[in-house]
């Protein structure tokens, strides 16, 4: 069975809501961040060297990285779901937005966060990454339009990389009501539901 090691608010969560989408049978152990620092417990360096989160096992293979892992759960268990046809124009978009949620969306939001942490001491920065932050949550927000999904509109790994993104934006999210609907929507679903009751409280939902 697979097996995943989850932390709270993190992006462990987008993995299990992709296993609730699939209906994969998994086993979950559970990390907590510590306090006052919310960083990962000294606990993961003994599931993987960089101590990070999502981990999963599964058939003797372990996997670190949150997009490689929901890659290998669509291959392996999504029976043709979630995930375009290879070789066609909707399966190159999707590899697109795949490779953009933690390419280049997240490293803004991460530069906004740890700014924040510093106070007057980041205000050179400020303007240059509260502009990156609002250039690709524009350029997400255009291209959503008034579809519900980021590809062929119809549910895809794409989306489940993206959520996190929009839940990171937290407030700076607000201006941009495609992706608010978009947000919303992807929290009334039934496997999201599912997945925050058996991860845990998840602070990201309601910033």
């Known amino acids: 069975?697979?097996?995943?090691?989850?932390?709270?608010?993190?992006?462990?969560?987008?993995?299990?809501?992709?296993?609730?989408?699939?209906?994969?049978?998994?086993?979950?152990?559970?990390?907590?961040?510590?306090?006052?620092?919310?960083?990962?417990?000294?606990?993961?360096?003994?599931?993987?060297?960089?101590?990070?989160?999502?981990?999963?096992?599964?058939?003797?293979?372990?996997?670190?990285?949150?997009?490689?892992?929901?890659?290998?759960?669509?291959?392996?268990?999504?029976?043709?779901?979630?995930?375009?046809?290879?070789?066609?124009?909707?399966?190159?978009?999707?590899?697109?937005?795949?490779?953009?949620?933690?390419?280049?969306?997240?490293?803004?939001?991460?530069?906004?966060?740890?700014?924040?942490?510093?106070?007057?001491n980041a205000a050179p920065l400020k303007p240059r990454v509260d502009s990156e932050v609002d250039n690709h949550l524009s350029y997400m927000n255009t291209a959503l339009g008034s579809s519900d999904f980021f590809v062929a509109n119809t549910l895809s790994g794409a989306d489940i990389m993206l959520i996190f993104v929009c839940e990171a934006a937290g407030a700076r999210l607000e201006p941009y009501k495609n992706l608010v609907r978009y947000r919303d929507a992807l929290h009334a679903r039934p496997a999201y539901k599912r997945s925050i009751e058996k991860g845990g409280p998840y602070q990201l939902m309601s910033r």
């Not at 992709?18 to 919310?38: A, C, F, S």
């Not at 960089?50 to 291959?75: F, Q, R, T």
């Open 1 to 120: 069975m697979l097996k995943l090691h989850h932390l709270n608010n993190s992006r462990s969560q987008r993995i299990l809501w992709l296993l609730e989408e699939l209906g994969v049978p998994y086993e979950i152990v559970k990390y907590q961040r510590m306090t006052p620092v919310p960083l990962a417990p000294p606990e993961l360096k003994q599931v993987h060297p960089l101590g990070k989160s999502p981990v999963i096992e599964d058939n003797g293979i372990k996997i670190a990285e949150s997009g490689a892992e929901v890659e290998y759960i669509i291959d392996t268990y999504g029976n043709g779901k979630l995930k375009p046809k290879p070789g066609t124009k909707d399966y190159w978009q999707y590899i697109e937005w795949m490779h953009f949620a933690e390419g280049s969306a997240m490293l803004p939001l991460m530069l906004a966060l740890y700014t924040s942490m510093l106070g007057d």
